[in-house]
């Protein structure tokens, strides 16, 4: 997420591998497209 949290990276990934990159906190890397924010979900 960027500082002004307006864009993202986001991974050509499938569902599966997806989870798998977050349950590894996977960093960024070149393949990743970085993306606009068009909404934030989440709880504190």
């Given at each position: 997420l960027s500082a002004d949290k307006k864009k993202c990276?986001?991974?050509?990934?499938?569902?599966?591998?997806?989870?798998?990159?977050?349950?590894?906190?996977?960093?960024?890397n070149e393949n990743w497209e970085f993306l606009n924010v068009i909404q934030i979900f989440g709880t504190a």
């Open positions: 990276y986001w991974p050509p990934y499938n569902k599966r591998k997806i989870l798998k990159a977050i349950s590894k906190t996977e960093e960024p």
